[in-house]
């Protein structure tokens, strides 16, 4: 089945304790992206990358940082985690960029204490 | 920077009515506005799209309107059905000559809802 994957799907943790957000997509995307969601603010573009190797800054890149080292994976950093980093995060993928149907992950609710 | 404005933040409509959601988008290079739905609890998905080189696009009840001139696009819905309560959400993209480039902004949101 055609799917992301985004582990964990839920986590409480503490200021200042690195974590890592896993996004693993099997459709042989070249593009993969990560949104965070927040009440009344929608989707903000945190990082994407067009391909392998290859990664850029979306709306709010402050405090994260992603690696693409294969193209099926694109893990989320937080390595200092702080209190407004509290939210949902989606990875999503597509063919080739944003001009194709992006295929989101079931997201991960993180709370930052 | 980009900015896409979503309007209303909520909708409430009866069931078999019609439904209309209106964006405005600030950067002018803007050639692609997706629409996606993302009801409670789950992933958003897309609906529909449409690109800067076409008017209004249809499917199904579903049909999506586009005014370059003025910078606005709309999502419109007709006979609405219990079905059709979720948030839907509105973005532009920026496509280059090789077909595309990789930042989305989204509006923030309109919770619909569709009373029986």
């Known amino acids: 089945e055609a799917q992301v994957t985004q582990n964990p799907r839920y986590l409480i943790t503490v200021t200042g304790k690195k974590l890592t957000v896993t996004c693993s997509q099997n459709?042989?995307?070249?593009?993969m992206s990560w949104y965070r969601q927040d009440p009344g603010l929608g989707l903000r573009q945190i990082y994407y990358?067009?391909?392998?190797?290859?990664?850029d800054k979306g709306d709010v890149p402050e405090g994260y940082k992603v690696s693409r080292k294969e193209k099926r994976n694109f893990p989320l950093i937080l390595e200092s985690p702080s209190p407004n980093q509290t939210s949902l995060y989606f990875c999503a993928s597509s063919l080739s960029g944003v001009a194709q149907p992006q295929h989101f992950g079931d997201g991960t609710r993180l709370s930052i204490l | 920077g980009e900015n896409v404005e979503q309007h209303p933040s909520t909708l409430s409509v009866q069931e078999g009515d019609s439904a209309v959601i209106k964006c405005t988008y600030s950067d002018s290079a803007s050639n692609y506005f997706p629409w996606y739905k993302q009801e409670l609890g789950k992933r958003p998905q897309l609906i529909i799209d449409i690109r800067s080189n076409v008017g209004e696009k249809k499917d199904q009840r579903i049909a999506v309107t586009l005014n370059k001139t003025a910078k606005h696009f709309s999502l419109h819905i007709t006979e609405t059905q219990p079905e059709d309560s979720a948030v839907y959400f509105c973005?532009?993209?920026?496509?280059?000559?090789?077909?595309?480039?990789?930042?989305?902004?989204f509006g923030k949101g309109t919770k619909l809802s569709v009373k029986p």
């Open positions: 973005a532009s993209g920026h496509l280059n000559y090789g077909g595309s480039q990789g930042n989305l902004i």
């Open positions: 990358s067009m391909n392998v190797e290859v990664t």
């Open positions: 459709m042989n995307h070249e593009y």
